[in-house]
C-alpha cells in the first residue's frame, strides 16, 4: 500500500487528521485537573526540547527516521515504553500518530506529543484499545505511519503486546521496530524503569528489518510472528546496552533467524 493507494475518502481522511492532530476536549476533568494537564504537557514538552536540543545521534542499520522503508509505504514503528523520550525528541514532526490511553496521564502524554507534530490515538490494551487499533488502521489507510510503545502502558516490561502485529495482519503494512537508547540517563523506580536521557548524552537509534504479516495469516503465523518481533527486540535491546557498555562501539549481534 502507497501513500497514492489510499483507501479512505479524502473528507474520511481530513477528518480523522483533525480527530488525532487536534487536543481532545477534557470537559470529563474538573477545572483544577484540567489545568494540572495542560501545565503538566507543557513542562514535559520543555524538558524534552531541552534535553533533546543538547542530544547527539547515531544510526544503525537505517538510512533516515524511517530506517530503510520508502517514504510513500506507511509503516508502524515499535519500541520499548522506556524509551518514549528519545523517541519523541528523535521522531518529531514526521506526523507520526501514537496509541495513547484513555487516562489523566495518558491525556498529558497525547497533548505533550502533539506539541512535536504527532497524532494521538486515545486508546490501549486495556481500555479503548479496540477502537483505537481500528482508528490506527484508518491512519495507515489514509497514508499516516503509527508506532506503539509496545509493552505499555502497563507491562510487563520488555514484553510485546499483540497490537502491532494485528494492526500489520489488518492492514498488510510493515512492522519497523527500533531501539533508542541514551548512553547517560537517569532510571526511574517506575514499573518500566523509564529512562530520561542526560544533558548532552549520545543516543543510539538501532533499527531492524521490517516485519511483514499477511493478512491470510492463520492463527499459527500470527503467533509466529508475535514471537518474531519479541525475538528481534529484544535482540535490539541487548544490542544497544552492549553499545554503552562499549562507549559507543556498536557490536553488531546477529539477528535470531525466522
Request: with cysteine; hydrophobic share 40%.
Amino acid at each position: 500500500m502507497s501513500r497514492e493507494a489510499k483507501t479512505l475518502s479524502k473528507e474520511r481522511a481530513d477528518n480523522l487528521r483533525k480527530q488525532v492532530y487536534s487536543s481532545a476536549p477534557l470537559d470529563q476533568y474538573p477545572k483544577k485537573k484540567q489545568l494540572s494537564i495542560r501545565f503538566a504537557a507543557f513542562l514535559s514538552y520543555l524538558l524534552v526540547y531541552l534535553i533533546g536540543c543538547t542530544m547527539r545521534w547515531q544510526m544503525f542499520r537505517g538510512n533516515d527516521r524511517r530506517g530503510n522503508i520508502a517514504s510513500d509505504q506507511p509503516l508502524i514503528y515499535v519500541f520499548w515504553h522506556n524509551r518514549i523520550l528519545p523517541a519523541t525528541w528523535f521522531f518529531r514532526n514526521l506526523g507520526i500518530v501514537v496509541m495513547t490511553s484513555q487516562s489523566y496521564d495518558g491525556e498529558i502524554i497525547a497533548r505533550m506529543i502533539q506539541l512535536f507534530g504527532y497524532g494521538a490515538s486515545r486508546g490501549s490494551t486495556t481500555k479503548g484499545g479496540s477502537k483505537s487499533l481500528r482508528e490506527m488502521a484508518s491512519c495507515l489507510q489514509a497514508g499516516f505511519d503509527v508506532a506503539f510503545t509496545i509493552d505499555g502502558p502497563k507491562g510487563p516490561i520488555y514484553q510485546a503486546k499483540p497490537g502491532a502485529i494485528q494492526l500489520a495482519k489488518l492492514t498488510g503494512c510493515p512492522i519497523l521496530p527500533v531501539c533508542q537508547t541514551p548512553m547517560n540517563y537517569w532510571e526511574l523506580k517506575s514499573w518500566d524503569r523509564f529512562r530520561i536521557p542526560k544533558f548532552f548524552s549520545r543516543g543510539l537509534i538501532a533499527y531492524a528489518k521490517p516485519i511483514y504479516v499477511s493478512r491470510d495469516s492463520d492463527e499459527q503465523e500470527v503467533l509466529a510472528k508475535q514471537n518474531e518481533l519479541q525475538s528481534v527486540l529484544e535482540w535490539l535491546h541487548q544490542e544497544s546496552e552492549e553499545w554503552i557498555k562499549t562507549s559507543g562501539q556498536v557490536v553488531e549481534r546477529e539477528c535470531p533467524k525466522f
